[in-house]
């Protein structure tokens, strides 16, 4: 599964978006019946929402993140510094795809940037570590900044 994961951030990263997507989603869908770790379904979920929203499916975008942070929340339990960086890369993911998706709830923008903001409370930004198959970092200030101004619902409503 872990080949795989990365092989979907390959393609991603290549921009062949269709590629990495059925990768992706081949992955999840070979690794139901195992019962793989949940961080690394989650690897694979992060990887989806980021190939959806690059092709601006952002409703789909939308529905991957909010499965991803639910399996984030399974997976890991605790402080660790590794928990709480795949919690807030999990909240990060949801956040921007929701701010992303016109069609998005007022509750669901409240939701996102709430879900953002706990996430980071506390948190030393400045170390990536491995979560799932991939080394990720936690969001910036000046992107969670973004992002909640982008959640506002009343600016969110006059993105063009």
Same mark, same amino acid.
């Given at each position: 599964?872990?080949?795989?994961?990365?092989?979907?951030?390959?393609?991603?990263?290549?921009k062949?978006?269709?590629?990495a997507?059925r990768?992706? #989603?081949?992955?999840?869908?070979?690794?139901? +019946? *195992?019962?793989?770790?949940? +961080?690394?379904?989650w690897?694979?979920?992060h990887?989806?929402?980021a190939?959806l929203?690059a092709?601006?499916?952002?409703e789909e975008?939308?529905a991957?993140?909010?499965?991803?942070?639910k399996?984030?929340?399974q997976?890991?339990?605790?402080?660790?510094l590794?928990?709480r960086?795949? #919690?807030?890369?999990?909240?990060r993911?949801?956040?921007?795809?929701?701010a992303? *998706?016109? %069609?998005s709830?007022?509750e669901?923008?409240a939701?996102?940037? #709430?879900?953002?903001?706990?996430?980071?409370?506390? !948190?030393?930004? %400045?170390?990536g570590?491995?979560? %799932?198959? !991939?080394?990720?970092y936690?969001?910036?200030?000046?992107?969670q900044?973004?992002?909640?101004?982008? !959640?506002d619902?009343? #600016?969110?409503?006059?993105?063009?």
């Amino acid at each position: 599964m872990v080949y795989q994961i990365t092989m979907g951030a390959a393609l991603l990263g290549a921009k062949r978006f269709a590629d990495a997507e059925r990768e992706l #989603r081949q992955t999840l869908a070979h690794n139901r +019946d *195992w019962n793989a770790n949940l +961080d690394l379904q989650w690897s694979a979920m992060h990887l989806l929402t980021a190939v959806l929203g690059a092709q601006a499916r952002y409703e789909e975008a939308v529905a991957v993140a909010r499965k991803a942070c639910k399996l984030a929340d399974q997976a890991v339990q605790g402080q660790e510094l590794y928990a709480r960086v795949l #919690r807030a890369i999990a909240a990060r993911d949801y956040a921007s795809a929701v701010a992303a *998706w016109k %069609g998005s709830s007022p509750e669901q923008c409240a939701t996102a940037r #709430r879900s953002l903001a706990d996430s980071v409370v506390g !948190l030393d930004r %400045g170390h990536g570590v491995l979560v %799932g198959a !991939l080394l990720e970092y936690p969001p910036e200030p000046a992107e969670q900044a973004s992002l909640e101004h982008t !959640l506002d619902r009343d #600016r969110h409503n006059q993105i063009p």
